[in-house]
């Protein structure tokens, strides 16, 4: 029995070891660190809504 120690990026979707990311700024769910060093700090939703909230403050 081994153990797996792997999350998927809530930002890029690739499964990346746990101990080797961050949680999303807004909701906590897990970012890797490919992401956080290109400078995400949002995942895919929380960003998406932050998007729709800045057009929706454009309009």
């Known amino acids: 029995m081994s ?3 792997a999350m ?3 930002a890029c979707g690739k499964q990346e070891r746990a101990s ?3 949680p ?3 909701c ?5 660190q490919i992401c956080v ?5 949002l ?4 960003q998406a809504a932050e998007d729709a909230k800045d057009a929706d403050e454009d309009a």
Do not use: H, M, N, Q
Not at 28 to 32: L, Q
Not at 43 to 46: D, R
């Open 43 to 46: 995942c895919a939703s929380c």
């Open 28 to 32: 906590g769910t897990f970012i890797c």
């Open 37 to 41: 060093l290109k400078g995400v700090t």
């Open 8 to 10: 998927i990026c809530r």
């Open 20 to 22: 080797e990311g961050y």
């Open 3 to 5: 153990e797996r120690d």
């Open 24 to 26: 999303c700024e807004s």
